[in-house]
Structure formats: structure tokens, C-alpha cells
């Protein structure tokens, strides 16, 4: 009898992993230091881009893509977010998680955090971004990454791609070069319940090792390379999202927000294989046109 119980339990489970995801993890905890003196009064996701905090514009694309729960991790001037998200939230339930070490941890430390709130399939972002409201929709099935070829302003954290379509590699070289299948990660990722579960322990066994000033995508990076970790490409138009994270990114970001105010392009799974020759991580050729969303 219990052995035909687990099984019912295990396929739930499955079943479960597939499921559309309604809730997202948001990392909303550090300092913002390279946004001074802007983020002296304000924390970093209450920046406003094109006249709205970028948080709003997080909080309106989980609510119009069907999400009910937000777990936020807070730290730098928690107060402002709360008080923020009590007025624009709506019908989204909101949870709070305190990092109360943000002054001298990473991301690492807040993700751990928020693993005791978190036991169903998810979607992660960080709260810097900016970008149009439909490029997540391919991301509410678990288990994939967003992507984007690089642009100049980009920097930090790459993936190669293998012909699968799903990531080979992790990198953080900040450059990639020209003609490989090397991408920009977008810094958005959907997990399914089992997968958080593994890279969970990851992080656990890293911040009982002490490493709590490294960035999680190192985690992600060492799973990968051992095989325990999938994740699918998804391919995201490069000049419609935006990270802000100093000063500098400003003009840039608020470029990117006019122009996805009046279109927004969806984001569509990286198609990839050697059909007719084509090299392995490289977008199929003669791919329908995606479909333009007003």
C-alpha cells in the first residue's frame, strides 16, 4: 500500500513540474551601491525608468501573465517596498523574506533565504530588470533560462548552448566572441518543485561552506557542469530588456522601456539541431515570425 501511495505522490509531483508556474521569486535585497546617490533614499527596484518604478512594471507583468504569490526577499530599505507593494500588489499575495546580512552578502544568501518559503514550481527574477511584459511567457513552464546575444552594454554572466537547446556551460567572461553559440543571461529563470528541491541542497551545502558573498549562478554554473542540473534555452530579443545596475545603464534602460511601451514581441524557445548543416546553438533559419502583441 505504501509503495502505490508513493507512486501516486511521485506522479503528482511530476505532474506538478509541468504545471503553468504562479509564483515568483523576486531579489530585492542589496544595497544598489553603483545607483548612488539615488539608492541613498530609495532601494534599488524603486527606481523610476520612463516615469515608473521598476518595480511596478515586475509587479504589472506577474499580475497580467496570471500569478498569485510573490516571495520577495527584502533587505535595503525594506520598509519602501513594502509600503510599495501594499499599494500596487492587487490580488497578488505577498510574502516577505528578510535577508538581515545584505550589507555584506551576495545574491547567493538571499536565494537561500527565500528557500523556506519556497516548495512549489517558480519563477526568479531579480529586481533590476526591465523588460516587456510578454518575454516571460515562454518561461512560465519550469525549467528553462532566458537568454539574449550580447549586446555592448552587457557584461557579467554567459551560457554556451548545446544542440539540445538546453545550456552546456556557464561562463563569466563578459564578452563573447563573435560566432559562437555563447549567450547573455537575461538573470530570469523558471524552476520546476524537483529541480529547486536539488539546487536548494546546493546552495545549502555553499553557505554551510561559508560562501555567502558569491553570486547563485555559481551553483547553477557547478551543476551544470556535473550533469545534475537541465535547463532550456529561451531566446529573447536583445534590445527589449534592460538591467539597472549603475548609474550608467539609466539612458540606456530608458530607451528600452519607450520602446516596449508601445509593442511587445513574445519570446519564443531557442529552436536549434544540424538540420541541413546548421551549426549546433544557432536560431533555425526560416523560423516563423513571432507574432507582434499591442
Known amino acids: 500500500m505504501s509503495l502505490?501511495?508513493?507512486?501516486?505522490?511521485?506522479k503528482h509531483r511530476d505532474r506538478e513540474d509541468k504545471t503553468r508556474i504562479t509564483t515568483a521569486c523576486l531579489l530585492a535585497a542589496g544595497t544598489g551601491?553603483?545607483?548612488?546617490?539615488?539608492?541613498?533614499?530609495?532601494p534599488k527596484c524603486l527606481t523610476k525608468i520612463d516615469g515608473r518604478p521598476?518595480?511596478?512594471?515586475?509587479?504589472?507583468?506577474?499580475?497580467?501573465?496570471?500569478?498569485?504569490?510573490?516571495?520577495?526577499?527584502?533587505?535595503?530599505l525594506e520598509d519602501r517596498v513594502r509600503s510599495f507593494l501594499d499599494d500596487c500588489a492587487g490580488e497578488l499575495a505577498v510574502e516577505y523574506v528578510r535577508n538581515p546580512l545584505y550589507r555584506t552578502t551576495n545574491n547567493i544568501y538571499s536565494l537561500w533565504l527565500a528557500g523556506a518559503a519556497l516548495d512549489e514550481s517558480f519563477l526568479l527574477m531579480e529586481s533590476d530588470l526591465i523588460f516587456g511584459a510578454s518575454l516571460i511567457e515562454e518561461l512560465l513552464i519550469p525549467d528553462r533560462i532566458a537568454i539574449s546575444r550580447m549586446l555592448p552594454w552587457m557584461n557579467g554572466t554567459t551560457?554556451?548552448?548545446?544542440?539540445?537547446?538546453?545550456?552546456?556551460?556557464?561562463?563569466?567572461?563578459?564578452?563573447v566572441v563573435p560566432g559562437t553559440n555563447e549567450y547573455k543571461?537575461?538573470?530570469?529563470?523558471?524552476?520546476?518543485?524537483?529541480?529547486?528541491?536539488?539546487?536548494?541542497?546546493?546552495?545549502?551545502?555553499?553557505?554551510?561552506?561559508?560562501?555567502?558573498?558569491e553570486y547563485y549562478e555559481v551553483v547553477l554554473k557547478e551543476m551544470i557542469a556535473e550533469g545534475s542540473l537541465s535547463l532550456e534555452c529561451v531566446t529573447v530579443d536583445a534590445n527589449r530588456w534592460y538591467e539597472v545596475d549603475a548609474m550608467g545603464d539609466l539612458p540606456g534602460a530608458?530607451?528600452?522601456a519607450r520602446q516596449i511601451s508601445t509593442t511587445s514581441t513574445p519570446s519564443l524557445p531557442v529552436q536549434i539541431g544540424t538540420e541541413g548543416g546548421r551549426a549546433c546553438g544557432t536560431p533555425r533559419s526560416g523560423s516563423p515570425t513571432p507574432r507582434r502583441v499591442n
Not at 4 to 10: A, T, V, Y
Not at 33 to 42: A, F, G, I, K, N
Not at 168 to 173: H, V
Open 4 to 10: 502505490r501511495i508513493n507512486g501516486i505522490l511521485r
Open 33 to 42: 551601491s553603483r545607483l548612488h546617490p539615488l539608492t541613498e533614499v530609495m
Open 54 to 76: 521598476l518595480l511596478e512594471r515586475l509587479v504589472t507583468c506577474l499580475r497580467d501573465r496570471g500569478f498569485r504569490r510573490l516571495v520577495v526577499v527584502v533587505g535595503h
Open 159 to 175: 551560457i554556451t548552448m548545446g544542440c539540445s537547446g538546453r545550456v552546456a556551460s556557464f561562463r563569466n567572461s563578459g564578452s
Open 185 to 213: 543571461t537575461v538573470n530570469i529563470y523558471s524552476f520546476s518543485r524537483s529541480t529547486w528541491h536539488r539546487v536548494f541542497s546546493r546552495l545549502d551545502r555553499a553557505i554551510s561552506d561559508g560562501r555567502v558573498n
Open 254 to 256: 530608458e530607451r528600452v
